[in-house]
Nanobody
C-alpha cells in the first residue's frame, strides 16, 4: 500500500524552528520528485519546496526562500523540511507529495501553527 506520512508539526513561537518529515512506504521515492505544499485557512494550496529525484535541484516558494530547506534521504525513503524564522503567516497544514508524472501521491498533512 502506497503511503506518505508527515510528522513533526506542532505549535511554535514566531522566530522559532520546526523540522517536518515525510516517510514513504509501499514504493521507493528514489525516482520521484518530492515536494512540500501547504494550505492556510481560507487560502489556496501553495508550493513550499520541491527537490529533484536525486536531490541535485531544489526550488522554493518566494516567501520561503532563505528560511526553509528541503532535503531527502532516498536510502531511508524520507524527505524533510527544515523551517527556520517561522512567522504567523506560515501557519498551515503542510503536505508531502511524491510526483513522477502522471503519478502523484499525497500525504494526509501535518498542522503547523506559529503563534505566541
Amino acid at each position: 500500500q502506497v503511503q506518505l506520512v508527515e510528522s513533526g508539526g506542532g505549535l511554535v513561537q514566531p522566530g522559532g524552528s520546526l523540522t517536518l518529515s515525510c516517510a514513504a512506504s509501499g514504493f521507493s521515492i528514489s525516482n520521484y520528485a518530492m515536494s512540500w505544499y501547504r494550505r492556510a485557512p481560507g487560502k489556496e494550496r501553495e508550493l513550499v519546496a520541491v527537490i529533484s529525484s536525486a536531490g541535485g535541484s531544489t526550488n522554493y516558494g518566494d516567501s520561503m526562500k532563505g528560511r526553509f530547506t528541503i532535503s531527502r534521504d532516498n536510502a531511508k525513503n524520507t524527505v524533510s523540511l527544515q523551517m527556520n524564522s517561522l512567522k504567523p503567516e506560515d501557519t498551515a497544514v503542510y503536505f508531502c507529495k511524491a510526483e513522477r508524472r502522471p503519478t502523484g501521491y499525497w500525504g494526509q498533512g501535518t498542522q503547523v501553527t506559529v503563534s505566541s
